[in-house]
C-alpha cells in the first residue's frame, strides 16, 4: 500500500472542501435553528485545507494538530469545536508517522464521525463517549438502515467495530419490536446492511481484525453510494457524512 504525505491530506480535506461547497445551500436548508451551517463548513474547511497547505514539509500529525489547533481559534459556529477536537484525535493517531496510508485515512474518518454529536452541545472531549446513535456516525447507519437507530453505548475506542455492535443490536431491536406487532420488515433492514456485511466478512477473510474490517464496511457504505448525505435529519450529520463521503471517494479514486 503506497504512503502518502501532508499534501496528500490537503488534497483529500480539498474533496472534502469541494463537496461541501457543492451543496452548501441544502446544508442551510437542512439548519432550522440560523440557516448557515453549510456557510460555517465550508469557511472552516477552507480553513483546515489552508493550514495544511501551509504546512506541506511538515509530518501528518503536526500539521492536523496545528489545524486543530487553528479551528479552535478561528473556527465559525459550535460544530468548529469537535472539528477541532477530531482533527487532534486524529493527529495523535499518527504521532511518529512520517507518512500514512490508507487504513490511516479510514481510522481518521471514523474518529472525525464519531467526534462530533449529530445535534445538541455537549463538551467536544465528551463527543467520543456519545452513543453511537447520538453521533454522525450513528447518522451514517441511520442512513444506511433507512430508519432511525437507537442509541447503543460504545467503549472509548471511536473505531467501527462498535458501529457493527450498533448494527447488530439495530437489528435484534428491530426484530424484538416487530415480534410486539410493531410493522419493522427485518428484512429490509438485513438487505439494507449487505454491502456494508460482504465487505466485512471479506477483509475479515483477507486477514483485518475486527476494526479495520469494520472500517472497509463503512467504506463500502459510504463509496458505493448506499448512503445519501443529504437525507439526513441534521445539518451536521449531512455535512460530516459528506465529508466523510467525499475523502474515502478520493482515496478510492472515485472523485
Known sequence: MSKRSTSDLANLFGAALQSITTHRSEINGLDGYNGN???NMVENFRMIVDTLQSRQSEPPAEALHHAGQRLNREGRGGTSQYYAEGLKQA???LKDHSAFDDDDIVT??????ATIPDE???KPEQAPQTPVGASVLGQVLELATGRQQQ???VDNRPGVGNLLGALLSGGQ???ETQQKGDQVDIGDVVDALLPA????VQAKRSGADNVAAAGQALMSVLVGGQVDPLQARTPRSA???LVAQSILQAIAGRS
Do not use: E, N, R
Request: no cysteine.
Open 120 to 122: 445538541g452541545l455537549p
Open 239 to 241: 455535512a460530516g457524512s
Open 91 to 93: 493527529a495523535g493517531q
Open 37 to 39: 451551517h453549510g456557510d
Open 173 to 175: 431491536q428491530s426484530q
Open 151 to 153: 442509541a447503543v453505548p
Open 108 to 113: 481518521m474518518v471514523q474518529t472525525l464521525l
Open 197 to 200: 456485511g460482504i465487505a466485512y
